[in-house]
């Protein structure tokens, strides 16, 4: 395993070189805003006289539509949604130059074949590994995400170096830059998502308010149970992994988390997790999802409003209510 810091950055690299950012949501700010303080020419690439438009300005970048915004640029990183990016490829690749660099915070389109890249230019992966307002707060506080880093096309033998760079621009090398490759961070990223993540999270947390609700326990003293607290066990895996938390844990809880986990994700969910793992492989998810992106997403909005209708939802929402500084911790 290849982990750099930095010092293996090439200070040369992309110095005085115009960085190109398209999009700019959650990564793209935070990679754009990181940049500019860095000392890196950026400019920002997104549709005119949109709200994007107007918060870019506001933020003090240079801001441009994004056939526009390619020019002249030696990096431009693309950093719409996945399924945005194909579109956005076609629309802006004749006016990208020859030998220029494009990278990507997920392997996902180039991984899946939904973007060829022309083959002159290098194509890298610099993917944070956390959202990006934690990228851009702990680059203000002088810390740094990790990211991972991948060369899919090194047509100037340049590639690594220009990631890296980039990489440092944006905080990663203060966490940790890991190598990887395309499919690597692709798959990976997709089964910790749907496994872990988010849905075998979630769906953790939602099935065990189920079960005590049902039980006849009240809504609320169940939602500080599964949901609420989990914060707790998340920021003491976080610090210090399995240990710091049985450290902090008491000798009860250790005992029932030996002995009662298992039996909730056992070896019937360890299948489950593999059969997953082997449709995010073999194409099977991703063939799915720009299936259902296609059709309308009918299916995925259906699912989604269930989510957010169901009763932890909304207690949820009014014991919040009564916390204000939670909403105060991510502004």
Known sequence: MQIYSQKDVNKKALKGARIT????????????LNLKDSGFDVIVGVRKNGPSWAKAKKDGLKVAVPTEAVKGAALVAFLTPDLTQKELYEEVIDNIEKGAT?????????????????????VVLIAPKGPGDLVRRQFQQG????????????VSRKAKANALAYAHGIGGTRGGVIQTTFAEETETDLFGEQVVLCGGLTELVVKGFETLVEAGYQPE???????????????????GGLSKMHQFISETAKYGDLTRGPRIVNAATKREMKKVLKEIQDGTFARQWISENKRGRKKYTKLMNQD???????????LRARMPWLEEARA
């Open 21 to 32: 950012i398209l999009g700019y949501g959650s990564q793209g700010r935070a990679h754009a």
């Open 102 to 122: 494009i990278l990507f915070a997920h392997g996902f389109n180039v991984h899946f074949k939904q973007i060829k890249p022309r083959e002159d230019l290098d």
């Open 143 to 154: 810390r740094g995400v990790p990211c991972l880093l991948a060369v899919y096309q090194d």
């Open 221 to 239: 003293v169940a939602y500080y149970e599964c949901l609420h607290e989990l914060k707790l066990i998340v920021d003491l895996l976080h610090e």
């Open 308 to 318: 957010l209708k169901h009763q932890i939802e909304k207690v949820g929402a009014k």
